[in-house]
């Protein structure tokens, strides 16, 4: 059979109700259990009639089966393969800007989103022979963009995305003149109304609707129905039921915080000195590095710590100075920003109360941060510059999103505390908050926390049972208010990396041994401090955002609403007014504030 003759009799059952049996969730997870199960959840809080939803479904459930008269090439299945590998969408959790990626972002395992944001495009770029894949294009056709995105969601539960890609390959012409039916069916099933978009459509494309009709000169005739207050309340609520709260009657899924797992990275970063400019040629480089590797020997004579238990090596090529005190691993590099050569120490991770062991003494890390960075720095002239704070939370909170999106929330409202530390400016320029954003959408984000405050009030809870690394999915969140494809729109004040858990057992490991772990994936990322002037402040720093990190538990642990309010740091605050601000923040941590004045710059 000719593969355009397999479109008809799929075509004729769309007309027709099906009457689909009854579900049952404790039965073995068959592949018909698993799609049918699917199904349901694309079509959440829909408000069509029985009717019209049993047609819907009559008109995509059979899919599979309509994709089983097709042979799998394997030659796409090793070019799919291989463009992963090339392009390293494997691991990725970008999912583009296109529409079908927009659309899969929210319903589909973000490696799978990604694979299929860049084999359409990147193949009819590449082929004449496929120049089908130009009937693909969906610019202002969201009805399209919706049948296509379920049938990918729906294949890909019960294929391999390297098969489901071979398969619509395969089939070509035949799968567009499917859709083309299928989206005349689905029209003439809807005629004389307009609930399509609003009602059916999968919420993540529900979000891409959202982000680009109103911007589209096509708005009002094919989202009419997608800003109204109603649908955007429906796409906030699946949001958040989707990626932060879950209804079980558990009295807790996700795991109890602990604050004594807290790992703590620090960024100790550094002006040149006054009179070398702002860069610094190789010439300096070598020479602050050896002057940098003197004053470490000069150090450990001082403390009569053992040359045995320590090492350092001077790397000229690398332009590095890794050293060893005892378990505490350093090292010395040069990074860069604007026109300034940044010189940089990195430690590896800790945990607050650790002590340097020697043959015959203790240290704590306060006065190792002392002897073998600050005061070292001081000497050399070097100026601080921005100390941003690595915490690594994969054993103290584990996977619980909620946990996450209630700290950035934290971090929002507390935007202020970047004057309090002189950093307002290098945030307006490198590290935009919402406020401080003109293409942020403050009202999809208050949106979010209207949906997240209902649900609680409800009765949800924080999911659980997950992954560390899809802790990252609250940035699917975060993509409602504001762009973060782009590397440099990326959210900053609170930095989730969009790989976060990768590599993490490897880099769990090394921290165990008590090494520097470079460009860490485990790691969320405070970027609105200065580097610590000393080993007792970057301790207290730690200590606080302890502290705030154990008031954010207990606020969950309570069920506490969020709320939002958008301050501008670039509005100067009086410093009287600040130092007022940050006791009684300080206060709210349950610290004594006098003990940590020394913080503030102002």
Known sequence: MHPLNLVQPVAQSFSTPVSQPHINSQAHATPDWLLKTRLEQLLFDSDLSQECLESFKAAIYNIDEWFNGFQ?????????????????????FQTGSGIINAALASSVKPKYAAIFSVFIPKYKEKSIELSWCEKWTLSRKPVRASIIAIDIIL???LYKPDEVYAKVMSAKEAYVSLVSVKTEELESIFVGTQPFISTIMPMGILCWADQCCPNSHAADSICPTVVSHTNKSLLYRHMIRTHLLSNSTQQRSYQTFDPILIRCGEEFEYYPPLDK??????????????????????KLRQLNIPENECSICLNEKERTVTYNIGSWQARLFFDGWSNFTLPEVNVSPYRLGEMITFTDKKLPL???????????????????????????????????????FRFLIAIENTSWLTQCFKTAEYSDKTRKYLALNPDAKLDALQGLLNSFNELLLAGYK???????????????????????????????????????GKNCEEQLSKADKGLVVTHPTVT???????????????????????????????????????????????????????????????????????????????
């Open 72 to 92: 799998v090439n394997e030659q796409d299945k090793k070019e799919f393969t291989r463009e992963l590998v090339d392009y390293e969408y494997g691991n990725s």
């Open 155 to 157: 294949l890909l539960t």
């Open 277 to 298: 400019g702002n860069s610094l040629n190789d010439d300096e480089e070598l020479e602050i590095l050896r002057l940098w590797q003197a004053a470490i020997k000069s």
């Open 366 to 404: 306060e006065d190792i941060f002392n002897h073998f960075i600050t005061a070292i720095a001081k000497e050399l002239g070097l100026r601080p510059s921005s100390g941003h704070k690595h915490i690594d939370l994969t054993q103290a909170v584990g996977y619980n999103p909620e946990f996450f």
């Open 462 to 500: 924080g999911k659980g049972n997950g992954k560390f690394s899809d802790n990252k999915n609250i940035l699917q969140l975060l993509e409602l208010v504001i762009n973060i494809i782009e590397m440099d729109s990326k959210y900053r004040p609170l930095e989730i990396p969009t790989n976060l």
């Open 524 to 602: 969320v990322e405070l970027r609105f401090f200065n580097t610590a002037r000393t080993g007792r402040e970057a301790i207290k720093i730690s200590k606080l955002i302890r502290a705030w990190l154990t008031k954010i538990a207990q606020e969950q642990e309570n069920a506490t609403p969020l709320h939002y309010q958008a301050i501008n740091p670039m509005v100067p605050i009086a410093h009287e007014k600040l130092k007022l601000m940050f006791e009684e923040f300080v206060e709210s941590l349950g610290l004594e504030p006098e003990e940590y004045r020394e913080l503030l710059w102002i």
